[in-house]
């Protein structure tokens, strides 16, 4: 009767690691690029502060896929070295958030999701996390906790409820950019 019993408790809570989590899971804020995307994001580089880097975004179609589509040089002259898609964040709306996810393809390029805080005051805070993207569409899920902070003057952990925008950004390096997004959000 106790090896029985033994075996029912293991077996109860094994499988409570082991079914999935609708809840966790979940998206909590998924943008496909429909609906006037214009409205929701915006691009942004280096020359705001003088740098040299140029590109830009267009939104485009794919057999009835929509998808922002950022391109550039990314010059670390004077001083620069990005460009940027970013979106707000509405307060409070993915404070269940464990990570942030996007549907992506590009020029096989490492890029970077950039996510800023209540925390972040400054132009040159945020939290970063690297991608390699492929020629083929894919889906990269980041957990906050792979996310590290631009400076130590920031929190060491990215607190959901403090989220106020995510950015692909093209970074850090003399380089083409060409990255594709057919959806991003949080999970």
């Given at each position: 009767m106790k090896a029985n019993l033994r075996q029912y408790i293991i077996a109860s809570c094994l499988s409570l690691f082991l079914m999935p989590s609708t809840i966790a899971l979940e998206p909590l804020m998924i943008d496909s690029f429909e609906a006037d995307p214009q409205?929701?994001?915006?691009?942004v580089s280096d020359q705001v502060?003088?740098?040299?880097?140029?590109?830009?975004?267009?939104?485009?179609?794919?057999?009835g896929e929509q998808y922002a589509h950022m391109t550039g040089q990314v010059?670390?002259?004077n001083n620069g070295g990005f460009i940027q898609l970013r979106r707000t964040i509405a307060k409070k709306s993915?404070?269940?958030?464990i990570g942030a996810y996007l549907k992506v393809?590009?020029?096989?390029?490492?890029?970077?999701?950039?996510?800023r805080t209540s925390g972040t005051l400054l132009p040159w805070q945020y939290y970063q996390a690297s991608f390699t993207t492929t020629d083929q569409w894919q889906i990269i899920k980041?957990?906050?906790?792979?996310?590290?902070?631009?400076?130590?003057?920031?929190?060491?952990a990215v607190k959901p409820s403090s989220?106020?925008?995510?950015?692909?950004?093209?970074f850090g390096r003399d380089h083409s950019a060409d990255i594709q997004i057919a959806e991003i959000g949080f999970y």
């Amino acid at each position: 009767m106790k090896a029985n019993l033994r075996q029912y408790i293991i077996a109860s809570c094994l499988s409570l690691f082991l079914m999935p989590s609708t809840i966790a899971l979940e998206p909590l804020m998924i943008d496909s690029f429909e609906a006037d995307p214009q409205l929701r994001w915006s691009y942004v580089s280096d020359q705001v502060m003088g740098g040299l880097s140029e590109g830009r975004v267009a939104f485009r179609e794919d057999k009835g896929e929509q998808y922002a589509h950022m391109t550039g040089q990314v010059s670390t002259e004077n001083n620069g070295g990005f460009i940027q898609l970013r979106r707000t964040i509405a307060k409070k709306s993915v404070n269940k958030a464990i990570g942030a996810y996007l549907k992506v393809r590009g020029n096989g390029q490492q890029y970077y999701l950039h996510l800023r805080t209540s925390g972040t005051l400054l132009p040159w805070q945020y939290y970063q996390a690297s991608f390699t993207t492929t020629d083929q569409w894919q889906i990269i899920k980041v957990p906050l906790t792979a996310f590290a902070r631009s400076g130590n003057w920031l929190s060491s952990a990215v607190k959901p409820s403090s989220i106020r925008s995510i950015g692909i950004v093209a970074f850090g390096r003399d380089h083409s950019a060409d990255i594709q997004i057919a959806e991003i959000g949080f999970y």
